[in-house]
């Protein structure tokens, strides 16, 4: 336990140093849309890149795991609708709710902590988790969340808010990185010697700036909270997030090796921890552009990622 959290320290202390500077105002809120626009257009595009096109494409192909994942996470989106939905939580709050209970950190986060715990090797197996959690189920729960104003419209409103979701996707460079590198990978592709001492150099940028802005944005997310809140509208899902959906893809998957469909122990490995990763920063960002409470969910984010420290640890202790 001990060797894990001296692995790990180092990611979370990134985070704590991005949440203290915003806090303390060392950082300028104002700077942090650009840091994040760093990450998100420049320095993370190109990591996953080099992790896609250094990977073997059977494994940025692999249904079996993607079904899995996907099967885990409709059933977290589900269940966190089911327990979250009130008079008060309505289909919007209930729906965004949901995604951050389903959606890990993995591209900030997820990436290079289980690159450095189990080596270059469990990185394509991430990636493919990404793809589904930023093409499924992210649509998923953003045509849900349009389903308090479609009583008048019928399905219409679904269908142009499932349309908006994809043309979101479609203009998210990150798909497009894995999708290039992928490419690249098939065909045994190398970049130019002085373009790829270029974006490998971005690509190792993109970890430390990448721990340090999501720190930033909860500090931020935190200092703009404009009222109070139960605890009962954020731990649950929290717990969803930490909890139940890691056992969740645990027990799915050691079903899935009994019945011999395929799936490795190592492999399951990389799922599971993937699942045991705090909720991603940037569903905060898609609540507050659909208009859900953005202050919940930065609560969610906020609390996983602190508690995500002992809990992410502990779960590589017991499965390594």
Known sequence: M??????????????????????????????IPGLNGFVLFFALPCMLYRFGSTTPIAQLLDAQVAGLYLLCGLVVVAATIAVTLNARIRWNDA????????????????????????????????????????????????????????????GAAVFAAARKALRGVLTNPMPWAIGLGGVASAWAFRLPGPVEKTVWLLADAASPVALFTIGAVLARAQMTANHPMPVSDYLPVAVLKLVVHPLLVLGAGLVAMRLGLGLTSATLTVVVLTAALPSASNVSL????????????????????????LTF????????
């Open 313 to 320: 640890s502990g779960a590589v202790t017991l499965l390594t």
């Open 95 to 154: 729906a965004f709710g949901a995604l951050v209970a389903a959606f890990p950190n993995s591209g900030f986060m997820g990436v290079p902590l289980i690159v450095a715990l189990l080596g270059d090797a469990a990185a394509g197996t991430v990636i493919l988790t990404m793809v589904v959690d930023m093409v499924v189920t992210s649509s998923l729960c953003i045509a849900l969340s349009r389903l308090d104003g479609a009583q008048g419209s019928g």
């Open 286 to 309: 898609l609540a507050e552009r659909f208009g859900a409470d953005n202050g919940r969910i930065a609560r969610i984010i906020l609390v996983t990622t602190a508690v995500a420290f």
């Open 2 to 31: 001990l060797q894990v959290l001296l692995i790990t320290f180092p990611f979370f202390a990134l985070v704590l140093a991005g949440y203290l500077a915003a806090r303390r105002r060392l950082l300028p809120l104002e700077a």
